[in-house]
């Protein structure tokens, strides 16, 4: 019985991991925290923890988003091949947060309704307070916000479909309530984790910083100004510029409204938008630093003495004097900076020969004098000039080889960040098999590569880059072309492995 139960835990943990490929290539969603939780425990006992976590949020509610519930852990540990392997507690679990999404694959026990009325008193509670309405607006432009939203890699067309929802309706103090009438999102809309998933997406392709208070990000709080207790209580008002970019959209028609038929109270909203300017507002850090400086800023700052007054134009000129010293050379008994000028290549140069030097007097950038002076130039010193060009020439190509190796580098951290350090041909998991310290070990081929794995660099490491074991890397590389990842699978099946 045991070695039975073993066997099934060994299957358990191919499919978690397989399940984990599957969210990255079907629906081009990366579970960070699932990776994470793979490596460091393996597919079983990493189920157990992450169910609980609110990163597994967040990827339930990407997945149900995506109509994939399907790929959820909890889907997954439900099956009837694997529920043996789990305590109640945790099926009860899984069984009950899949039919609140309405996905029951099997038959469930609906809850007892006195929950569902303490659920209701807790949220009535809840949204009688209030907090203060934060006005604070990420640093995204109009542009980048129209480029943003027509981007389905970003805003997925239900993000769409939402936002242009509360768009026709004046973008502003949109509640649960409101949205909770509208086809598609009912009372178990999943805001939070939806709005979450959106934004972090938004923070990939712009760089921000999301908004915080004290440790807590409010990943609302880059596309809603507003306030946001939970799925069922918040008031949220689109971001200015964000509201402005789908109003630009939409006026030169490319966006398309016609087919979106509204449910919610518009004139009911329109009131509360009308009192927005008196909810009292969260300040932002700008805010409380022009309040500090309003003083200040409105004062000329004065010189007290003509000593203390600026000069630029000697300053300028001083810098302008410093920067040409780059491009000059001292010579033997000169005290002047010289710029030197060859007469002919170094090679054909006879031993004893003297050069011409070309000295250019200087006096505020306008030239005064010309004149010409003599120096000897050995063999022994023109084989220095030649040795130190050899040695920049040599520091050149060693510097192009180091920011390819940097590139290269670079690329098969995001590749292993996005898929985890498992072989993709033999789906062996280095964390999981050697240990943390391990698993950065693996080895990256580069689908892309004719030859060397970094001879082409002009890649996707999400789509041309993918993990690969030591063993699978070098029996790829045994002909040329190399094998192709389903060449290297069907080896191993045709082996038994």
């Not at 934060?134 to 916000?145: A, C, H, L, P």
């Not at 760089?207 to 880059?222: A, D, F, G, Q, T």
């Not at 329109?270 to 850090?285: A, L, Y």
């Not at 010309?370 to 000897?376: A, F, I």
Request: glycine share 2%.
């Amino acid at each position: 019985m045991s070695e039975n139960k073993d066997y099934i835990k060994q299957k358990f943990n191919k499919e978690v991991i397989n399940t984990y490929k599957r969210i990255a290539t079907e629906v081009k969603y990366k579970s960070s925290g699932l990776l994470a939780q793979i490596n460091k425990y393996g597919g079983y006992e990493a189920s157990i923890k992450y169910i609980m976590t609110d990163a597994n949020t967040v990827d339930f509610g990407v997945l149900w988003e995506f109509q994939r519930l399907d790929l959820s852990i909890e889907a997954l540990i439900i099956k009837q091949d694997y529920k043996s392997l789990f305590p109640d507690y945790i099926l009860e679990f899984c069984e009950n947060r899949l039919k609140e999404y309405n996905y029951a694959p099997n038959n469930i026990a609906p809850k007892h309704v006195e929950l569902k009325k303490d659920l209701i008193e807790n949220n009535n509670l809840t949204e009688e307070i209030k907090p203060a309405y934060n006005w604070n607006e990420v640093r995204i432009s109009t542009s980048m916000w129209e480029d943003l939203f027509l981007n389905e890699k970003v805003f997925t067309q239900k993000n769409q479909d939402l936002f242009l929802r509360i768009y026709l309706v004046g973008g502003k103090c949109i509640q649960s309530t409101d949205l909770a009438i509208e086809e598609g999102y009912s009372e178990k809309y999943p805001f939070k984790e939806v709005i979450a998933s959106l934004s972090k997406r938004i923070k990939a392709h712009t760089k921000i910083e999301p908004p915080k208070i004290k440790e807590e990000i409010l990943w609302w709080n880059v596309v809603f100004i507003g306030w946001f207790n939970s799925n069922k209580s918040f008031e949220w008002t689109l971001a200015p510029k964000l509201f402005a970019a789908i109003d630009n959209l939409n006026n030169s028609n490319k966006i398309d409204t016609s087919k979106i038929n509204l449910k919610m109270d518009t004139n009911e909203i329109n009131k509360r938008g009308e009192n927005m300017e008196k909810k009292p507002k969260v300040k932002s850090i700008d805010d409380f630093v022009m309040d500090l400086f309003a003083d200040i800023s409105t004062k000329e700052p004065k010189l007290k003495t003509d000593e203390e007054k600026i000069d630029i134009a000697s300053i300028e000129q001083n810098i302008n004097n410093i920067l040409k010293q780059d491009s000059v050379v001292e010579c033997n008994d000169a005290e002047e900076k010289v710029e030197v000028a060859y007469k002919q290549n170094i090679e054909d140069i006879p031993k004893k020969e003297k050069i011409d030097i070309v000295v250019i007097k200087q006096d505020n950038n306008t030239v005064t004098e010309k004149e010409k002076m003599d120096t000897s130039y050995t063999k022994e010193k023109i084989d220095n000039i030649i040795e130190k060009a050899n040695s920049i020439s040599s520091f050149k190509e060693e510097k192009v080889e180091i920011e390819k190796i940097k590139i290269w580098e670079d690329l098969k951290t995001v590749c292993l960040d996005y898929y985890g350090a498992i072989c993709e041909v033999c789906g062996i998991d280095y964390g999981y098999t050697y240990g943390n310290q391990f698993e950065r070990y693996i080895d990256i081929h580069n689908l892309k590569s004719t030859h060397k794995e970094d001879d082409n660099l002009d890649i996707n490491p999400e789509e041309d880059l993918v993990p690969v074991c030591h063993n699978c890397h070098f029996i790829m590389h045994t002909k040329q072309p190399c094998y192709t990842i389903d060449e290297m699978k069907k080896i191993c099946e045709e082996n038994g492995k």
